[in-house]
DNA sequence: GTTTGTTTAGCGTATT
DNA sequence: AATACGCTAAACAAAC
């Protein structure tokens, strides 16, 4: 893998997939979230290899959007008119490059029903499953969601210095604490190990860091009303981007605009693009109100991206995601490598 | 008309 | 060798 040098990969093709670009795209943005044209943006800003053949690789990069399960379609708000939806990350695809190469991942990401995979082995273990992901998932909430701002979870809060800090100790929580998450996919930890950290340091850098990220948080983050006015049962209710969430991946503000800080949203309500091959029926989830809780919170050494910060990935105003979306099928679902 | 999204297909390369 | 993954091309539909 050829390795670029610093601050720039000039016109060479950076060392990265299609998958890896569109993650670290989606990473950047306080929302976690970008619509198709932005993440073009993105690529093109920060990859001048991709300022030319465009149609090429956007066709490529489309195809890797919709064939690839680790990335969710979020559906625009009916307010926020726009073309396309809006591309997350799926909460569970963080170890796809356990291997530490962001060419080629350890194994394609697909989603599977959890407690299909239990059921496969024995219904008694998958209810006991269920039941302590429920509480591992309240007690995450509750720990972190009160304090953190809707970034904290992917080392944003660390900017502040504060921010979330909401700990560890609970369930998932590593003893590190939420604040210093830092998303596999986040480009301090995909670029700056290119500098920084010898490959096999990097790969269980990687390693420790769980297999998703608090999607929920951003969600719940995104739509309050949701959760405050029933239609969605959460433990936590977090401020919206405006919330001291105005800043990317790479520590640059990031534009919040629409409804972020309070501009009227009605949520959009993001529906399970990838319904997954194996149907729930017959299976009742648990806790349809408590999403899946991936251990994002087994945190990494913060690291810090040599990279000077260039631009503000986002100014986007996503429609903000909806716990449906944590109710679906996606959530529920869990990597299977 | 353009953009976005889905799907299928083929090929090359890396991994097992 | 078989399999998995990544890239590219293309066709098509839907939305804007």
Known sequence: MPRPGRNTYSDQKPPYSYISLTAMAIQSCAEKMLPL???????????????????????????????????IKIPRRPDQPGKGSFWALHPSCGDMFENGSFLRRRKRFKVLMAAERLAQSKQSEAAHYLQQQAKL???????????????????????????????GGVGLLSS????????????????????KVPGSLAFSTMQSMSAGYPLHNQLTAAWPHMYNAGVIDTPISMAGCGGGGDYGAYGMPIKCHGGGGGGPSLPAIPVPIKPTPTSMAGFSAPQPQQP??????????????????????????????????????????????
């Not at 490529?60 to 959007?65: C, E, F, G, M, V």
């Not at 899946?292 to 040599?306: E, G, K, M, R, T």
């Open 137 to 167: 998932r309240l007690s995450a909430l509750a720990a972190t969601g009160a304090h953190l701002p809707q970034m904290s979870g992917y080392g944003l809060g660390g900017l502040g210095g504060g921010g979330g800090g909401g700990g």
């Open 37 to 71: 044209s932005e993440i073009y943006k993105f690529i093109m800003d920060r990859f001048p290899y991709y300022r030319e053949n465009t149609q090429r690789w956007q066709n490529s990069l489309r195809h890797n959007l919709s064939f690839n399960d680790c990335f």
């Open 292 to 337: 899946h809780i991936p251990a994002f919170l087994s945190n990494s050494p913060p690291s810090l991206s040599p990279t000077s910060p260039q631009t503000a990935a986002s100014q986007s105003s996503p429609a903000t995601p909806s716990e449906s979306l944590t109710n679906s099928s996606t959530m529920r679902s869990v990597a299977v490598h």
């Open 176 to 195: 590190q604490g939420a604040s210093t998450f830092k998303h596999p996919f986040a480009i301090e930890n995909i670029i700056a190990r290119e500098y």
